[in-house]
Nanobody, 132 residues
Framework: QVHLVESGGGSVQAGGSLRLSCAAS?????????MGWFRQVPGKSREGVAAICTVGGKTYYSDSVKGRFIISQDNPGNTLYLQMNSLKPEDTAMYYC????????????????????????WGQGTQVTVSS
């Protein structure tokens, strides 16, 4: 079991920055394959924003945020961060933290960090609003 709690959302003007945090707890929190950030706006499907995966210690970003957002994790792996810089109005969304504890994000199993169905734990979300 992994319990995820996001924080750090809010309202900011275009060009500004925000840092989201995701606190992970529970007996399985130290055994995740990938942890990622997704975002969703009403009427659209959940979009993968960034992920950090233990296999190879790699980070991944969607093209829409590459160069502006940075995903990181503290050393014990209990907290996931998303530093969001140069924010744009199109970044406005509910942001969710997610964890894969089953390996479904692994390419060897046909998975991908950006597929929401590959994650089995989700936080409640934190709203980010960017005004022009």
């Amino acid at each position: 079991q992994v319990h995820l709690v996001e924080s750090g959302g809010g309202s900011v003007q275009a060009g500004g920055s925000l840092r989201l945090s995701c606190a992970a707890s529970g007996p399985a929190s130290g055994g995740t394959y990938c942890m990622g950030w997704f975002r969703q706006v009403p009427g659209k499907s959940r979009e993968g924003v960034a992920a950090i995966c233990t296999v190879g210690g790699k980070t991944y970003y969607s093209d829409s945020v590459k160069g502006r957002f940075i995903i990181s994790q503290d050393n014990p792996g209990n907290t996931l961060y998303l530093q969001m810089n140069s924010l744009k109005p199109e970044d406005t969304a509910m942001y969710y933290c997610a964890a894969d504890s089953t390996g479904d994000t692994l390419p060897v199993y046909g998975g991908s960090w950006s597929e929401s169905r590959a994650y089995n734990y989700w936080g409640q979300g934190t709203q980010v609003t960017v005004s022009s």
